[in-house]
């Protein structure tokens, strides 16, 4: 977990996520996190423990899906001396180690059936039995578990315990992507630009133009909050001119057209924003967007109604080729065409 991170935004689900969090903080029970990638499940569990009885106790963190499947019981419960081929000495597991204060789960999902058959005796009964051990250890810890897959829907295909689930979900926190984040993207954009400004030793921060900042605002973000952070620092770190607003922004870093597997070179659309001169980048803004200063919200509206409209005619008004080609799920291009009004042409 990174403790400069912060809780930054201003958009209601967001607000919502952090006062459920707070809420739940004060409560000794298990607290479900669910969320895409990079949208901070690691920093609600971290604030989750610091707002709880439990703040000076100690915080162990267990990535599930990070070990293999035959060494993920060894890590949760530890092993006695012998108890299986390389175990020379007693290990205590993560479960002993978080014992007065809170174990973070990430990737729930990813345990294995016999694993969870164990997890859910120690949130049951707080007693967990080290690999090789015939008597049980009683252990005092709060559980916080993460994840970003549907439980529900992995419990329906018998691949996640029900009963481990409903010991789990007292309260299940589920945070909000950046693309339902209204109004956040410029602010954590500028937090992180001004970051990446102050590690490079700029002696002020210039900020970014409108049209950099539209596209940052029109952009899908599915790797959420830790992208937005990459592609932020990466803009500002590129920039030559620290007395010139940032116009620049570099969605996939790994476009290139000397990639391996891109094939032969040719003119290819590129994947970045910035002060082109037509050459096939992001479409030309509409100019009274470009020209206007004062009115943001309705400037990024207007450049993200264009996107949609020459999306749909470049894929003949089909709406899934069309999703596809804007990296959007099916739903998410029918929010935002009833959002303009453009259902009655598609």
């Not at 090789?132 to 018998?158: F, K, Y």
């Not at 450049?303 to 003949?316: K, S």
Request: net charge negative; aromatic share 6%; proline share 6%.
């Amino acid at each position: 977990m990174e403790r400069s991170d912060q809780f930054i935004g201003q958009s209601l689900p967001f607000l919502d996520a952090v006062e459920r969090t707070s809420r739940a903080a004060l409560l000794n029970r298990p607290v479900l996190v669910i969320g895409e990638r990079g949208t901070g499940k690691e920093l609600i569990a971290e604030r989750l423990h610091h707002l709880s009885s439990r703040w000076s106790g100690p915080l162990i963190v267990m990535n599930c899906a990070a070990l293999p499947e035959n060494l993920i019981e060894a890590e949760l419960f530890g092993h006695e001396a012998g108890s299986f081929t390389g175990a020379a000495k007693t290990r205590h597991g993560r479960f002993e180690e978080a014992d007065g204060g809170t174990l973070f789960l990430d990737e729930l999902g990813t345990l294995s059936m016999p694993a969870q058959d164990r997890l859910l005796r120690a949130v049951e009964y707080g007693e967990i039995t080290r690999i090789g051990a015939s008597r049980p250890i009683t252990v005092d810890v709060r559980i916080v578990a993460a994840t970003n897959e549907n439980l529900p829907a992995q419990v329906d295909r018998g691949k996640f315990r029900a009963d481990l689930l409903d010991r789990l979900s007292f309260e299940v926190i589920t945070l909000p992507p950046m693309r339902a984040r209204l109004g956040d993207i410029g602010l954590l954009a500028e937090h992180f630009g001004r970051r990446m400004g102050l590690e490079l030793e700029w002696s002020h921060w210039p900020g970014f133009t409108t049209r950099a900042m539209a596209a940052l605002e029109a952009y899908p973000w599915p790797g959420n909050v830790r992208e937005l952070r990459n592609a932020v620092e990466r803009a500002v770190y590129r920039h030559e001119d620290s007395e010139r607003p940032i116009d620049e922004i570099v969605f996939d870093p790994f476009s290139s057209p000397f990639a391996p597997g891109a094939g032969p070179i040719k003119a290819a659309e590129p994947e970045s924003f910035g002060s082109g001169d037509g050459d096939g980048g992001a479409p030309a803004l509409p100019l009274a967007m470009a020209e206007s200063t004062h009115d943001l919200r309705g400037a990024v509206a207007a450049y993200e109604r264009q996107l949609l409209e020459e999306a749909l005619n470049r894929n003949r008004f089909n709406q899934r080729a069309t999703a596809a080609a804007l990296g959007l799920s099916y739903d998410q291009l029918r929010h935002a065409m009833k959002r303009h009004k453009l259902q009655e042409s598609a």
